[in-house]
């Protein structure tokens, strides 16, 4: 699959289900991308959060709710 982020990509995770990929761009925020009800990648269906400073690591929970991104100015951002 071919996901374009639009910005360079620093860090990325699969959800635990596997149907959601998570980017840290360079420009300070995240991109999350879900499959469709079919179980397709759509390059189109993501969102953008944003995270203030560059993502150097993200990671899912245990059961795919939250996404936990550490950035580069020291901080981590958790999204729930």
Same mark, same amino acid.
């Given at each position: ?14 959800? =635990? $289900? ?9 420009? *300070?925020?995240?991109?999350? @991308?879900?499959? #469709?009800? %079919?179980?397709?990648?759509? =390059? $189109? ?9 560059? *993502?150097?690591?993200?990671? @899912?929970?245990? #059961?795919? %709710? ?15």
């Amino acid at each position: 699959i071919d996901l374009p982020a639009g910005e360079a990509v620093n860090s990325v995770a699969y959800s =635990p $289900d596997g149907r959601s990929i998570s980017a840290g761009l360079w420009n *300070g925020s995240m991109n999350v @991308y879900t499959q #469709d009800y %079919r179980g397709n990648w759509d =390059p $189109d269906n993501y969102i953008t959060l944003p995270l203030g400073s560059v *993502g150097v690591s993200i990671a @899912y929970s245990p #059961d795919g %709710r939250s996404i936990a991104a550490g950035l580069e100015n020291g901080n981590v951002m958790v999204y729930i």
